[in-house]
């Protein structure tokens, strides 16, 4: 069973830095999409960034393009969110999301919550100013 671990939230104050990790296990296919989401209270969950396991694609949103960073450590099964000049509209829960049965340009084309089956429990951001 695939399960997902996500790691690294906190609370900063803006203009700060955080790195979030996610951890895969329990699957077999080494070739998937995982992405980050986050979900600020009374909004719905957004698309923060992208990345193709087994490739070297990324992805990351305009509203974050050039703060957050995402990499993967394949060692590790890991995916990380390198998020730097946090700005106190990042406050949110961030989720990791994976999925097998996923096309890279189905993802990129409109990155949204449907298009994942397996989803961690999330790690809570807070960017005070």
């Known amino acids: 069973q695939v399960q997902l671990v996500e790691s690294g939230g906190g609370s900063v104050q803006a203009g700060g830095s955080l790195r979030l990790s996610c951890t895969a296990s329990g699957y077999t296919d080494n070739v998937y999409i995982m992405a980050w989401f986050r979900q600020a209270p009374g909004k719905e969950r957004e698309a923060v960034a992208a990345i193709y396991i087994g490739g070297h694609s990324t992805y990351v949103v305009d509203s974050v393009k050039g703060r957050f960073t995402i990499s993967q450590d394949n060692a590790k099964n890991t995916v990380h969110l390198e998020m730097n000049s946090l700005k106190p509209e990042d406050t949110a829960m961030y989720y990791c999301?994976?999925?097998?049965?996923?096309?890279?340009?189905?993802?990129?084309?409109?990155?949204?919550?449907?298009?994942?089956?397996?989803w961690g429990q999330g790690t809570q951001v807070t960017v005070s100013s």
């Open positions: 999301a994976a999925e097998w049965l996923l096309t890279w340009g189905t993802a990129v084309a409109g990155l949204r919550p449907g298009l994942f089956g397996y």
